[in-house]
């Protein structure tokens, strides 16, 4: 029944270590996105796909991939985790840029 | 740059009305989002403007004037569980989606 699906709910690793969060969307939309929120609650746009194809990159260090098998699928890889990478992660799509749904997010925690 | 003002914090009390603004300067205006965001939880969407006037939608209503580039969503008959962050967000000429650092409002018995 859940529309925008991410694991994992919670990640605690250290720094310097490799991590992936997985998003799923059953909403049959063609875009997919993520967004950091940081400790201020400041939600910033990443990335998004339209139908597989990356289409907002918004400068965020190469150390994150983003990677869509399909459109209902979107998943973040970082590399080389920081301290500063600490923040809560969310999954979102929509349907031609109407309303976003977003996901439970990802809390990261990097020690 | 891309800029879009809310107030921090807000207080008010059950069965009030309060009103939260939102001014902006973006790149190019695609229309504007309001989304509710209670604490540990994903923002969820409430309203959205694209052109000039009011939005109403039960007790939230949504204001736009695109020509002072401003908007405010109104929230009637307070309850308890309207205690939440509630953030802006405007759609730029590229489609992405810019959000204010959103206005956190406690709403008190």
């Known amino acids: 029944d859940t529309a925008v699906s991410q694991t994992p709910k919670y990640l605690v690793t250290q720094m310097g270590n490799d991590k992936s969060i997985k998003c799923e969307q059953n909403?049959?939309?063609?875009?997919m996105y993520w967004y950091k929120q940081d400790s201020k609650k400041f939600l910033k746009i990443m990335f998004s796909?339209?139908?597989?194809?990356?289409?907002i990159n918004e400068t965020v260090p190469n150390r994150f991939s983003p990677k869509s098998p399909d459109k209902a699928h979107l998943n973040l890889h970082i590399n080389s985790l920081e301290l500063g990478d600490s923040a809560v992660y969310f999954c979102?799509?929509?349907?031609?840029?109407?309303?976003?749904?977003f996901g439970p997010g990802t809390r990261l925690t990097v020690l | 740059g891309q800029n879009i003002d809310q107030p921090t914090e807000m207080t008010a009390t059950e069965g009030a009305i309060v009103q939260i603004n939102c001014t902006y300067q973006t790149s190019g205006f695609n229309g504007l989002f309001w989304y509710q965001q209670h604490a540990g939880e994903a923002p969820t969407f409430l309203s959205y403007n694209v052109l000039d006037g009011l939005e109403e939608k039960g007790r939230f209503s949504s204001f736009l004037s695109r020509s002072k580039g401003y908007s405010y969503l109104l929230l009637k008959e307070l309850q308890m569980k309207d205690s939440a962050s509630y953030l802006c967000?405007?759609?730029?000429?590229?489609?992405?989606?810019?959000f204010g650092t959103g206005t956190r409002l406690q709403v008190f018995p």
């Open positions: 796909y339209n139908n597989k194809e990356l289409i």
């Open positions: 979102a799509s929509s349907q031609d840029y109407n309303e976003q749904f």
């Open positions: 909403l049959g939309h063609d875009t």
């Open positions: 967000a405007v759609r730029d000429r590229t489609d992405k989606l810019i």
